[in-house]
Every structure is written in C-alpha cells, then in structure tokens.
C-alpha cells in the first residue's frame, strides 16, 4: 500500500523558514517524480516543485530563488526547504508521488502552513 506522510507545517512569521518533509512507503522511491503542492484557502491546489528520478528540478515562479526541494533516496524522503517565508505562501501543503507525467499520483494527506503578516 502506497503511503505518503507530510510533516513539519507550522506557524511562522513572515521572513521565516520552514522545512517541510515527505516520507514514503509502498513504492520504488527512486524511481518516482516527487511534487510537492499547495492549496490556499478558497483556491485550487497548484505545483510549488518537483523533482524527478534523475533531480532535475522545477519550481512555481513563486518559489524560485525561495523555496529548494530536494530528495534522499535512501530514506524514501523528499524535502521543501522555504525560505523567506510569505503570507500567501498560507495553505496546505501536498506531497505527491507519480511515475508518468500523465499519472494522477499518489497524494499526502497534507500539512499545514501558516504565515503570519
């Protein structure tokens, strides 16, 4: 059973980081694009980043120069470092797991991001 769990949401200031956190199990982590998304209040979920099985990464424009995602195969984690935190960067934050672009993936229960202003 494919199991996503996030971890490290929290309430923080704006200016501030966060260091968000995604374990996996029940799939070849390896070989997975890992994403991670936001849904802010009253809005549709969206792509922050991604990182594929080789590490090439992409980012929302609104995470560049902000955000770094990163993965550690050997322990089925992917990471989203955020940076400079802001107060529409609200909402909460999915992990999801897909093997083809065309996949609808495997999603995370989420974790919630509060930025203060």
């Known amino acids: 059973q494919v199991q996503l769990v996030e971890s490290g949401g929290d309430l923080v200031q704006a200016g501030g980081s966060l260091r968000l956190s995604c374990a996996s199990s029940?799939?070849?982590?390896?070989?997975?694009?890992m994403g991670w998304y936001r849904q802010a209040p009253g809005r549709e979920r969206e792509l922050v980043a991604a990182i594929n099985r080789g590490g090439s990464t992409n980012y929302a424009d609104s995470a560049k120069g902000r955000f770094s995602i990163s993965r550690d195969n050997a322990k089925n984690t992917v990471y989203l470092q955020m940076n400079s935190l802001k107060y529409e960067d609200t909402g909460v934050y999915y992990c999801?797991?897909?093997?083809?672009?065309?996949?609808?993936?495997?999603w995370g229960k989420g974790t919630l991001v509060t930025v203060s202003a």
């Open positions: 999801n797991a897909r093997l083809r672009s065309t996949d609808v993936g495997t």
């Open positions: 029940g799939i070849i982590f390896s070989i997975y694009t």
